[in-house]
């Protein structure tokens, strides 16, 4: 599992948040499946040098985001509809994430509508 | 669980004034970061904590007692050194059974798996080991011996990447196993960024911040764009030092910044890391407020 996540501790972005956030990818691309148990936070905190408490911070937020459970004397288990709470959220945030960030360098960039909406053509052709 | 305090260290060596009232508790099974630059007074408080050498003025209590020639209170801490304190024609394994007397709880089977993997021979005297060795050694008796504060003065002086990486995995793995609390002291911060819990920063034999990680990154910024902006947006902020490029340039903010102020859209604010907060908050002129 150790290249499956990747922190970065020059990011601006606070530790806990990136634990949290590996570990829903990682749900979200299938690496750990619906009922099946995670990594522990012993082994997260081990083979990346994070301190527990923070990868458990990670943890309460997926946990608090009904994503994952906490089998007592078990361990932490992914949630059934985990995968597809997921994809809802990252649907409803796919405009604010992507395209609002598309138009403002679009903008910086002078390229118009017309023109960016046949690059998005050009994109779902490329396959 | 054990607490430790010190109360308005100072330390002097003759004229010169190496700590300047240091207070501070240690929590029980917390990992700290000691924080400052070469000679800052980072061994010197470690020295005094483990009571090798006295304090000018002040104390440190142990669970409430004096640390002053009290073995029963000394036990509970240790403290891993540069200073190399055996005899060199002492084997490895002898060591190990040397600490056992003074740490009587000293976890032989956690010391064998280390040397194991760490490439560590048991029956090598001690002045035949390099450097490197010399120091995980000195880490593995660290993690062995069973007080309740170890103290970690440089513990991946002379270690190759690997070896570091190793010894931090293997920190994380006994203090999960067993928490207590570290302090370690180090030049490579990037390395220690994520494990550590709380930071502890010595500037000028002052400790000028105590705070966890995640609160000190939380009100450290970046504000980068053209010089004029940035430094019309960051005036009057707590502005710890900048960085410049032509005529763009980032200005380093530690504290508050002003919710008012209009941020120009050439002008960006990040985060910064614990290495960039080091040093902009230990270059010669600037404060911590």
């Known amino acids: 599992m150790v290249m499956i996540m990747q922190f970065n501790f020059n990011s601006a972005e606070p530790l806990y948040l990136q634990v949290a956030e590996q570990i829903e990818n990682a749900i979200f691309l299938g690496s750990f499946a619906a009922k099946e148990q995670i990594p522990s936070t012993t082994e997260i905190s081990r083979d990346f040098q994070i301190n527990p408490a923070t990868v458990l911070k990670g943890m309460n937020i997926l946990v608090a985001n009904g994503l994952i459970q906490k089998k007592r004397g078990l361990g932490m288990f992914v949630l059934e509809d985990a995968q597809e709470k997921i994809r809802t959220k990252r649907k409803d945030q796919f405009f604010q994430d992507y395209i609002v960030k598309m138009v403002v360098e679009a903008r910086n960039l002078g390229l118009d509508q017309a023109t960016i909406q046949s690059l998005v053509e050009r994109g779902f052709t490329q396959e | 669980m054990t607490e430790v305090t010190l109360n308005q260290i100072s330390k002097t060596f003759g004229k010169q004034t190496v700590l300047k009232e240091i207070s501070f508790q240690l929590k029980p099974n917390t990992i700290y970061g000691l924080l400052g630059r070469n000679g800052a007074g980072k061994s010197t408080l470690l020295n005094i904590l483990t009571n090798r050498i006295p304090a000018s003025s002040g104390e440190v209590q142990i669970d409430g007692q004096s640390n002053i020639n009290n073995d029963a209170a000394l036990g509970k801490i240790y403290l891993m050194s540069e200073q190399n304190l055996y005899p060199s024609r002492m084997k490895v394994f002898q060591i190990f059974r040397q600490t056992a007397l003074f740490y009587p709880g000293f976890d032989f089977e956690l010391a064998h798996q280390l040397t194991a993997k760490f490439g560590l021979n048991e029956n090598l005297r001690f002045s035949r080991l390099s450097t490197g060795y010399h120091s995980i050694l000195k880490d593995i008796i660290a993690l062995s011996v069973d007080a309740d504060v170890v103290l970690l003065d440089e513990p991946t002086l002379g270690l190759d990447a690997n070896h570091r990486e190793l010894f931090y995995q293997e920190l994380m793995e006994t203090y999960a196993d067993r928490p207590r609390t570290f302090v370690i002291s180090t030049h490579l911060i990037e ?65 508050k910044l002003d919710d008012e102020r209009i941020l120009p859209d050439t002008v960006s604010v990040d985060g910064i890391d614990l290495k960039k907060l080091f040093i902009n908050l230990t270059n010669r002129e600037s404060e911590v407020h």
């Open chain 2, 191 to 255: 390395e220690i960024a994520g494990l550590i819990e709380n930071v502890l920063l010595i500037k000028d034999g002052n400790l000028v911040l105590n705070d966890s990680t995640e609160n000190l990154l939380a009100r450290s910024y970046a504000v980068t764009g053209p010089e004029k902006q940035v430094q019309e947006y960051t005036k009057g902020l707590n502005v710890i030092g900048h960085d410049s490029l032509g005529k763009l340039r980032s200005d380093y903010v530690f504290g």
